[in-house]
């Protein structure tokens, strides 16, 4: 089928300038009834962090306070909600909010401590996952790894919306999630059992690092939004991403640190095994290092990740590594992806987060991904070529559409 044919969301002006793509309000029903079809007779609650939770979640005492910007969308976008209609249409019950003490790193294991809005002392497992069938967090980290290992030990489904913000809430929490995971299928079709991926980034100063991943033509994998029936699962939200968990990996590639230094960093075996300064501060370069140094298993990659949505930029990287032409790389825990790096295996129980590398114009103007190669026995593909979906992946998203 023609690429023509292609839905307006993927046409060659929108994926120029996703920002022009027009989306429907944010509709908390809307989308919780698609993502977690069917909703009735089921409970819902939601999570969220402080710092200090048990005393800015009593009696809402957060709102009165300066910053807590998603923790304040979770009040307005769903807590709010659920009350004012939106339990009801969904044929739910609950619509509690708590909070848990902030883990401070990307899929850290949460403390068993919860606090309710009335300032009373709960326990995760005793209180809540046992109680609920379906649970909302929206949080300052991404909680999406430990509540993936404890949906599977209690039963329930859930959304993890870490980061959430006002673009979030306009464009990835509204499209719909049907058409997100058609559309996150064709792609993780187009490059199921892929046995090696090559990246190749440009730099400003004429060099070209190339960084090699093995995949040993396993299962591709897809976040795709849909936590539909009764299987235990957690979706990341907003989703739309294919995704793999490396076997083995090599070479180099850059990293934009969050001060702004950029480093090359040297992969042997799959593990990151040093940086080196391209410009900015060296000392962010040592303490890099000095990690790698005193914890190597948290410089070991985790995971090889492809955006499928056309989304405008959010500048919260739960959205934006969901666009299509980006890509990502993760170090860390991964056995919420079904790999084999656990908590147990650092050496502090702080070090074992999963951090997301995320390649995106927005997000690492000093480098660009000059192109991405597929190979899967004799078939070699492009996949990206300077931030954009190649014909190849354009040709996927077309196919079976009437």
């Known amino acids: 089928m023609p690429t023509s044919h292609l839905p307006h969301y993927l046409s060659e002006e929108i994926l120029l300038h996703p920002e022009n ?7 908390p029903v809307r989308l919780l009834g698609t993502v977690f079809e069917p909703t009735k007779g089921c409970s819902v609650c939601i999570l969220t962090d402080f710092d200090e939770p048990a005393e800015l979640i009593k009696d809402f005492n957060y709102l009165s306070h300066e910053g807590f910007p998603v923790q304040k969308k979770a009040h307005e976008a769903f807590y709010l909600a659920l009350k004012n209609g939106a339990l009801e249409a969904l044929g ?13 790193g990307s899929n850290l294991d949460l403390a068993d401590e919860v606090w309710d809005t009335a300032g009373n002392k709960l326990s995760l497992d005793a209180d809540i996952y046992p109680k609920y069938d379906i649970i909302l967090c929206l ?4 909680a999406t790894a430990p509540l993936t290992a404890k949906c599977k030990e209690f039963g329930f489904r ?8 006002d673009v979030i809430l306009n464009s990835g929490l509204t499209v719909d999630y049907n058409e997100v995971s058609a559309d996150a299928e064709r792609i993780r079709l ?8 090559e990246i190749d980034f440009a ?5 070209i690092l190339t960084a090699w991943l093995g995949l040993d033509g396993q299962e591709a994998q897809k976040s795709h939004g849909l936590c539909k029936g009764e299987k235990p699962d957690v979706a990341n939200l907003p989703a739309g991403e294919v995704y793999f968990v490396p076997t083995d990996a090599r070479g180099h590639f ?11 960093l040297t992969v042997e075996n799959r593990n990151i095994i040093k940086s080196e300064l391209i410009e900015g501060d060296q000392a962010t370069i040592d303490a890099h290092n000095a990690r790698l140094q005193d914890d190597p298993m948290t410089g070991t990659l985790g995971e090889l990740g492809f955006g499928t ?4 930029v959010s500048y919260s990287d739960i959205q934006d590594e969901k666009v299509l032409g980006t890509c990502h790389l993760a170090t860390g825990r991964d056995d919420h992806l079904g790999g084999d790096i656990v908590p147990e295996m650092f050496k502090k129980h702080e070090n074992s987060t999963h951090d997301d590398i995320l390649f995106a114009p927005h997000k690492t103007p000093n480098f660009k991904i000059k192109q991405v190669r597929m190979k899967r026995g004799d078939q070699q593909e492009i996949i990206i070529e300077d931030f954009r979906p190649s014909r190849y992946i354009m040709d996927a998203l077309a196919s079976a559409r009437d």
Not at 190 to 197: Q, S
Not at 254 to 264: A, C, R
């Open 190 to 197: 187009a490059m199921n059992k892929a046995d090696e991926v």
């Open 309 to 312: 949505q056309v989304l405008p």
């Open 203 to 207: 730099l400003e100063d004429g060099r």
């Open 254 to 264: 850059p990293m934009k640190y969050e001060d702004g230094t950029l480093g090359v």
């Open 158 to 165: 859930g959304a993890t919306m870490h980061g959430v913000n």
């Open 92 to 104: 739910m019950s609950g619509g509690e909010m708590f909070a848990y003490k902030c883990t401070n």
């Open 21 to 27: 793509r027009d989306f429907p309000p944010f509709d």
């Open 139 to 142: 949080s300052t980290f991404s």
